[in-house]
């Protein structure tokens, strides 16, 4: 198993996909605020983020309610749908045998607007099809219960995520986008794109979706789980 990536300063406000009930601090301190508690191998169940200042979204909501920026030349950046989607594809892809949980998803610093039409309405007017939002912040993981690990005791499953904000992303026509993708056992994510695992995380800029296919695909093939 490739060595553990060292852990960054998750400060701020964390949401973390974890599968220990506490990690150890640089004191030796657990530290239960910033992890989940583990999902157990009699109860496998997906992770659950920690919940403060993110929202959980399903991806049917992602792809078909919420709007998508664009770059100046109004080309559309990749959506955060097409990454969970894609990613998922991928997972699908390499560990076809094993057993695959749905995307769990979180987001946060929503951008609300709404449709031309509605521009001079009052708010309180405002009916839903007329409003417009999308998300400048996205996390998710996607679990496989079937390939399990031990540690400290605890039977651990193996994670698949990402994590990617809008906000952080060049306008200029043709500038690459910025994901952070991961695998491993143990995962933290904050909102602030910072990520650990005791697996493999990587950095990614691409300029579309194939790219960013094939880097997810490289990742998970040079990762031995």
């Known amino acids: 198993r490739p060595m553990p990536i060292p852990p960054p300063d998750f400060g701020g406000n964390p949401y973390s996909s974890a599968r220990t009930k506490s990690a150890p601090s640089q004191n030796g301190q657990g530290q239960n605020s ?31 309610h919420h709007i998508i920026p ?32 749905a995307p769990d998803i979180r987001v ?34 996607i679990t496989i219960p079937t390939i399990s690990d031990t540690i400290g005791g605890e039977t651990v499953f193996m994670t698949v995520g990402g994590v990617r904000e809008y906000d ?28 650990w695992t005791d697996g493999i995380l990587s950095d990614v800029r691409v300029k579309n979706l194939q790219q960013l296919k094939v880097a997810i695909y490289g990742l998970l093939c040079e990762y031995d789980a």
């Open 70 to 101: 664009t770059y100046k030349d109004s080309t559309p950046l990749i959506s955060h749908a097409d990454f969970v989607e894609v990613a998922a594809e991928t997972v699908h892809q390499i560990f076809s045998p094993e057993r695959i949980t």
């Open 108 to 141: 946060s610093h929503p951008i609300l607007g709404r449709i031309p039409e509605a521009k001079e309405k009052p708010l309180k007017d405002l009916q839903d099809w007329e409003k417009t939002v999308y998300y400048e912040r996205m996390a998710f993981v």
């Open 34 to 64: 910033a992890l989940t508690v583990a999902a157990k191998s009699e109860q496998p169940q997906k992770p659950s983020f920690i919940e403060a200042n993110t929202s959980p979204v399903l991806l049917p909501e992602l792809k078909q």
């Open 168 to 195: 952080g992303t060049s306008l200029r026509p043709g500038a690459d986008q910025h994901f952070r993708i991961f695998a491993g056992y143990q995962v933290r994510v904050c909102c602030n794109l910072c990520a």
